[in-house]
Nanobody, 114 residues
Framework: QVQLVESGGGLVQPGGSLRLSCAAS????????MGWYRQAPGQQRELVAD???????NYADSVKGRFTISRDNAKNTVYLQMNSLKPEDTAVYYC????????WGQGTQVTVSS
């Protein structure tokens, strides 16, 4: 059974930082492209960043220079370091795994507000 469990969300002031984690089980983690998506109320889910099995990264234009995605294959975990957060980053953030199937986590809420 595949499980993706996100953690690290919360409430932060504009300009602050958060680090999201996603622990995976039930998959050969090192083979998977791992990604972070987000969905704000009334909006479609969008890609934030992803990292391939060989470590190639890709970012949405809106987060370039502020967010960093990384993976630790020994821990079966992918991270999203979010700096200089803005109110428009407020959303539910979802972890995604893609290779021989597509899997989603349950989501973690990130709220950026003063």
């Amino acid at each position: 059974q595949v499980q993706l469990v996100e953690s690290g969300g919360g409430l932060v002031q504009p300009g602050g930082s958060l680090r999201l984690s996603c622990a995976a089980s039930g998959i050969i983690f090192s083979l998977y492209t791992m990604g972070w998506y987000r969905q704000a109320p009334g909006q479609q889910r969008e890609l934030v960043a992803d990292v391939t099995s060989v470590g190639r990264t890709n970012y949405a234009d809106s987060v370039k220079g502020r967010f960093t995605i990384s993976r630790d294959n020994a821990k079966n975990t992918v991270y999203l370091q979010m700096n200089s957060l803005k109110p428009e980053d407020t959303a539910v953030y979802y972890c995604n795994a893609f290779y021989s199937g597509i899997y989603w986590g349950q989501g973690t809420q990130v709220t950026v507000s003063s």
